[in-house]
Protein backbone atom coordinates (compact mmCIF):
# COMPACT_ATOMS: atom_id res chain seq x y z
CA UNK A 1 0.00 0.00 0.00
CA UNK A 2 1.32 3.21 -0.95
CA UNK A 3 1.66 5.60 1.76
CA UNK A 4 -0.04 8.06 0.48
CA UNK A 5 -3.23 6.28 0.92
CA UNK A 6 -3.08 5.14 4.26
CA UNK A 7 -4.04 8.47 4.85
CA UNK A 8 -5.99 8.88 2.00
CA UNK A 9 -8.21 5.00 2.81
CA UNK A 10 -11.97 5.05 3.52
CA UNK A 11 -10.70 2.86 6.20
CA UNK A 12 -8.58 5.36 7.75
CA UNK A 13 -11.04 8.27 8.00
CA UNK A 14 -13.99 5.84 8.88
CA UNK A 15 -11.32 4.41 12.01
CA UNK A 16 -10.65 7.95 13.06
CA UNK A 17 -14.20 9.26 12.94
CA UNK A 18 -15.55 6.33 14.77
CA UNK A 19 -12.69 6.79 17.49
CA UNK A 20 -12.99 10.23 17.86
CA UNK A 21 -16.89 9.46 18.77
CA UNK A 22 -16.36 7.26 21.46
CA UNK A 23 -13.81 9.44 23.19
CA UNK A 24 -15.23 12.93 22.71
CA UNK A 25 -18.83 13.98 23.98
CA UNK A 26 -18.44 17.51 22.11
CA UNK A 27 -18.34 17.42 18.45
CA UNK A 28 -15.60 20.20 18.58
CA UNK A 29 -13.69 18.10 20.45
CA UNK A 30 -14.09 14.98 18.20
CA UNK A 31 -12.98 17.22 15.55
CA UNK A 32 -10.12 18.58 17.28
CA UNK A 33 -9.20 14.84 17.61
CA UNK A 34 -9.43 13.53 14.29
CA UNK A 35 -7.10 16.20 12.99
CA UNK A 36 -4.81 15.47 15.52
CA UNK A 37 -5.13 11.62 14.81
CA UNK A 38 -4.75 12.39 10.69
CA UNK A 39 -1.69 14.54 11.97
CA UNK A 40 -0.01 11.62 13.53
CA UNK A 41 -0.81 9.68 10.47
CA UNK A 42 0.77 11.99 8.29
CA UNK A 43 3.53 11.99 10.16
CA UNK A 44 4.19 7.75 10.88
CA UNK A 45 3.16 6.62 7.92
CA UNK A 46 6.91 6.73 6.97
CA UNK A 47 7.52 4.22 9.21
CA UNK A 48 4.91 1.70 7.53
CA UNK A 49 6.18 -1.35 5.98
CA UNK A 50 4.10 -3.72 4.90
CA UNK A 51 6.01 -6.61 5.03
CA UNK A 52 5.86 -6.47 8.97
CA UNK A 53 2.11 -5.63 9.23
CA UNK A 54 -1.08 -5.18 7.43
CA UNK A 55 -2.04 -1.28 6.66
CA UNK A 56 -5.17 -1.89 8.95
CA UNK A 57 -3.18 -2.73 11.86
CA UNK A 58 -0.45 -0.37 11.23
CA UNK A 59 -3.59 2.47 11.12
CA UNK A 60 -5.13 0.97 13.93
CA UNK A 61 -1.99 1.17 16.39
CA UNK A 62 -1.40 4.93 15.17
CA UNK A 63 -4.63 5.45 16.27
CA UNK A 64 -5.41 3.80 19.67
CA UNK A 65 -1.64 5.09 20.53
CA UNK A 66 -2.70 9.08 19.84
CA UNK A 67 -5.72 8.41 21.40
CA UNK A 68 -4.11 7.65 24.54
CA UNK A 69 -1.99 10.18 24.18
CA UNK A 70 -4.38 12.66 23.75
CA UNK A 71 -5.83 11.49 27.04
CA UNK A 72 -3.12 12.09 29.29
CA UNK A 73 -2.53 16.06 27.61
CA UNK A 74 -6.24 16.36 28.91
CA UNK A 75 -5.84 15.09 32.21
CA UNK A 76 -2.57 16.72 32.48
CA UNK A 77 -4.00 20.12 31.24
CA UNK A 78 -7.42 19.36 33.80
CA UNK A 79 -5.27 18.20 37.05
CA UNK A 80 -6.53 18.89 40.52
CA UNK A 81 -5.74 21.84 41.70
CA UNK A 82 -4.34 21.38 45.59
CA UNK A 83 -6.50 23.38 48.14
CA UNK A 84 -4.50 25.28 50.59
CA UNK A 85 -5.82 24.85 54.41
CA UNK A 86 -5.47 28.27 54.97
CA UNK A 87 -8.19 28.82 52.60
CA UNK A 88 -10.70 26.72 54.07
CA UNK A 89 -13.38 28.38 56.50
CA UNK A 90 -12.42 27.18 60.27
CA UNK A 91 -15.83 25.76 60.45
CA UNK A 92 -15.59 23.54 57.97
CA UNK A 93 -12.58 22.41 58.86
CA UNK A 94 -11.55 19.52 61.69
CA UNK A 95 -11.78 21.10 64.99
CA UNK A 96 -8.60 21.69 66.75
CA UNK A 97 -9.83 20.40 69.65
CA UNK A 98 -10.91 16.94 68.62
CA UNK A 99 -9.18 14.10 70.83
CA UNK A 100 -9.75 11.86 68.08
CA UNK A 101 -8.57 14.04 65.20
CA UNK A 102 -5.15 14.87 67.09
CA UNK A 103 -4.66 11.17 68.08
CA UNK A 104 -4.93 10.46 64.27
CA UNK A 105 -2.59 13.30 63.07
CA UNK A 106 -0.09 11.85 65.78
CA UNK A 107 0.07 8.61 64.48
CA UNK A 108 0.27 9.33 61.29
CA UNK A 109 2.82 11.84 62.02
CA UNK A 110 4.65 9.18 64.29
CA UNK A 111 4.71 6.59 60.75
CA UNK A 112 6.15 9.54 58.86
CA UNK A 113 8.78 10.16 60.90
CA UNK A 114 9.79 6.07 60.94
CA UNK A 115 9.74 6.33 57.09
CA UNK A 116 12.82 5.82 54.89
CA UNK A 117 13.06 9.11 52.80
CA UNK A 118 11.50 8.11 49.26
CA UNK A 119 8.58 6.93 51.03
CA UNK A 120 7.97 9.87 53.17
CA UNK A 121 8.71 12.47 50.16
CA UNK A 122 5.76 9.88 48.06
CA UNK A 123 3.62 10.67 51.21
CA UNK A 124 3.86 14.33 51.10
CA UNK A 125 3.47 14.76 47.09
CA UNK A 126 0.41 11.89 47.50
CA UNK A 127 -1.28 14.67 49.89
CA UNK A 128 -1.78 17.15 47.61
CA UNK A 129 -1.42 15.97 44.54
CA UNK A 130 -2.20 13.01 41.85
CA UNK A 131 -0.36 9.68 41.60
CA UNK A 132 0.50 10.85 37.62
CA UNK A 133 1.28 14.68 38.93
CA UNK A 134 3.27 13.01 42.38
CA UNK A 135 5.05 10.58 39.96
CA UNK A 136 6.37 13.62 37.64
CA UNK A 137 6.96 15.65 41.10
CA UNK A 138 9.41 13.28 42.25
CA UNK A 139 10.80 12.28 38.49
CA UNK A 140 10.08 8.58 39.12
CA UNK A 141 7.19 6.00 37.27
CA UNK A 142 4.17 5.61 37.80
CA UNK A 143 4.55 1.79 38.61
CA UNK A 144 6.98 3.20 41.11
CA UNK A 145 5.35 5.64 42.58
CA UNK A 146 2.52 2.45 43.00
CA UNK A 147 5.06 0.44 44.48
CA UNK A 148 5.57 3.04 47.33
CA UNK A 149 2.25 3.77 47.59
CA UNK A 150 2.11 0.04 48.79
CA UNK A 151 4.70 0.04 50.80
CA UNK A 152 2.95 3.22 52.53
CA UNK A 153 -0.05 0.97 53.30
CA UNK A 154 1.61 -1.87 54.99
CA UNK A 155 3.56 0.74 56.75
CA UNK A 156 0.42 1.93 58.50
CA UNK A 157 -1.31 -1.26 58.70
CA UNK A 158 2.16 -2.85 60.92
CA UNK A 159 2.08 0.53 63.05
CA UNK A 160 -2.00 -0.29 63.83
CA UNK A 161 -1.05 -3.76 64.49
CA UNK A 162 1.54 -2.67 66.97
CA UNK A 163 -0.35 0.06 68.78
CA UNK A 164 -3.73 -1.51 68.59
Known amino acids: ???????????ARSLIRRRARVVCRRPSDRDDLAQDLFLRLIRAQRR?????????????????RGIVQAVREYKRRHERIPIDPAAVPEDISTPRDDPIAIDLALDVAAVLAQL????RA??????IHTKSASARNLRISRN???TRA???????????????
Do not use: G
Open 116 to 119: PAPL
Open 1 to 11: MAAYSLVDSEF
Open 122 to 127: AAEQLK
Open 48 to 64: FDDRRSSAELFLFVVVE
Open 144 to 146: TLN
Open 150 to 164: RDLRKAFERYRIRHS
